[in-house]
């Protein structure tokens, strides 16, 4: 298995403002991803965080809104840039665990703009 | 797009079963049926995940058709703490680590 910390876990931002969000493993991952659930709604893919490259988008995500990084394989952020209300959400970190291609998923990061 | 279809929401008495059910009419003969569950404001838990069989764990049994089309989920004796929104996906097993694709999933209520 894997244990992930997300921080922070939730936060009230203003509108305009940006905010990143860190998710830290407790152990080496390949692959992590980056999901956000809007309230009410499932969860919808952002982008794969690569280690040493640039970060896989998902249509209707752009790395200008959403940057990303991926320094090593433990850690990644994602930054949610210039935020308006529509952006209030839940963002959610997973990565694979490669011996069982189990997927686990961090506690998520709850942001309200205001 | 999501590849399977769920009933938005079911009830289930405390203590009875659970059985909630899945259709994945166009799964790939590599792709698996995963399960995960999110409890209100946490983050999604994996439950269980076949391929043909069915199987089961400490938590679950997971029953798949034969011609794989439909499979459901059962949870034996449910509880309050059962209260969740399920999500079944399907998902090529050892893929590069492919993410999940979440569809709406079943809002699943225990009632005591």
């Known amino acids: 298995s894997a244990v992930i910390s997300q921080k922070p876990s939730r936060d009230i931002c203003q509108r305009g403002t940006s905010l990143t969000i860190q998710c830290q493993v407790d152990s080496q991952v390949t692959m992590m991803f980056w999901y956000r659930q809007q309230p009410g709604q499932s969860l919808t893919l952002i982008a794969t965080?690569?280690?040493?490259?640039?970060?896989?988008?998902e249509s209707g995500f752009v790395i200008d809104k959403f940057p990303i990084s991926r320094p090593n394989l433990t850690f990644s952020t994602l930054t949610v840039s210039n935020m308006s209300p529509e952006d209030s959400s839940i963002y959610l970190c997973s990565v694979v665990v490669a011996d069982t291609g189990e997927l686990f998923f961090g506690e998520g990061s709850r942001l309200t703009v205001l | 797009d999501a590849k399977t279809t769920q009933p938005p929401s079911m009830d289930c008495a405390e203590g009875r079963a659970a059985n909630l059910p899945c259709n994945h009419s166009?799964?790939?003969?590599?792709?698996?049926v995963y399960w995960y569950r999110q409890i209100h404001s946490q983050g999604p838990q994996y439950i269980i995940h076949g391929l043909k069989n069915n199987e089961t764990n400490e938590m679950a049994s997971l029953i798949i058709t034969e011609d794989r089309k439909s499979s459901t989920l059962i949870l034996p004796h449910a509880t309050l703490r059962d209260t969740a929104v399920y999500y079944c996906i399907v998902r090529p097993y050892y893929s590069g680590n492919t993410p999940l694709v979440f569809g709406k999933g079943t809002r699943l209520s225990v009632i005591a």
């Open positions: 965080a690569n280690q040493g490259s640039e970060a896989t988008y």
């Open positions: 166009t799964i790939s003969g590599n792709e698996y």
